[in-house]
């Protein structure tokens, strides 16, 4: 009972978050992961999750967080890309038409998104985006032309980096402040790497500090951008958790792992 209660609420804030209807999802790690912990555990966990998402702040203690040795990995293989996620990170690769990035705008109904994988449990979540090089330059009336094979011919990189993070965010109704720092390039010029600490919204946080002792909340994003599809797309990753997670000693260097491990396979033909 436990074990359902705990994978429906979760399924519940991934579908707000967007991230469930029409795809294949692996949730087994998952499932795998919580029919171990132990009661204690459960209740850290919602409260690691009420911190996420304040209007479940009410439910009070019931979930969380299991401390200890580092994250078990395993490899993610796809025609495009190859990248190691947590062990008890669910994965979830888009592959109905309409889901899928379109080739020439970079969207589809999901964005530019073609892969996530994430703890429902902590609101940590990796994604994995694609889209035309050209797209991105247009996009901000920059003109598309000349040499768009590596990052220091596209524009200064702090610039670009700018750009991928409001093109990933576009959509977003968090109004908190951004800050993009520890950006750097490749020595090749084909990986653009840089971390994004983002305030979150709180409705409430005189609730927040009363119950968690903090009155902001903010996420960090480790992000790589890539060219060595050689293509013409970027493809870029995304690895998040809230700050507290991510400090943990645990969480955060298991995101890095997975951003850094991340690679783009040259492509020879165009696939989706």
């Given amino acids: 009972g436990m074990t359902i209660t705990i994978c429906c609420i979760a399924v519940i804030l991934f579908s707000l978050l967007g991230e469930v209807s029409g795809y294949n999802i692996n949730f087994s790690p998952l ?27 009410f439910w009070g203690n019931a979930f969380a967080e299991e401390g200890g040795a580092p994250m078990e990995m395993r490899l993610f293989e796809d025609p495009l890309f190859t990248l190691s996620v947590p ?7 888009r592959t109905q038409r309409g889901d899928l990035p379109d080739s020439k705008t970079g969207n589809g109904r999901r964005g530019s998104s073609i892969f996530t ?12 985006e694609r889209y035309p090089v050209e797209v991105l330059l247009s996009e901000n009336g ?38 993009i720092e520890d950006v750097s390039v490749s020595p090749d010029g ?19 500090m009363e119950q968690f002792g903090v009155a902001q909340l903010f996420r960090i994003t480790v992000a790589k951008a890539s060219l060595e599809s050689s293509d013409g797309n970027i493809l870029a990753i995304f690895a998040s958790a809230l700050e507290q997670d991510f400090n943990n000693g645990i969480d955060g260097p298991a995101l890095e792992e997975s951003v850094r491990s991340f690679t783009a396979i040259k492509q020879t033909n165009m696939t989706s």
């Fill in 31 to 57: 499932l795998a992961h919580y029919n171990k912990v132990s009661a204690k555990s459960r209740r850290q966990w919602f409260k690691t999750v009420a911190t996420s998402f304040p209007p479940l702040l």
């Fill in 142 to 179: 920059i003109s598309p032309t000349g040499d768009m094979t590596s990052f220091p011919a596209l524009g200064e990189s702090n610039a670009i980096a700018s750009l991928i993070v409001a093109r990933r965010e576009k959509e977003s109704t968090n109004q908190g402040t951004r800050k």
């Fill in 190 to 208: 084909k990986q653009l790497s840089f971390r994004l600490r983002t305030e979150i919204e709180v409705q409430k946080p005189e609730l927040l």
């Fill in 117 to 128: 994988a994430g703890n429902m449990a902590k609101a940590e979540v990796i994604a994995v």
């Fill in 87 to 93: 062990q008890v990170f669910f994965t979830l690769r």
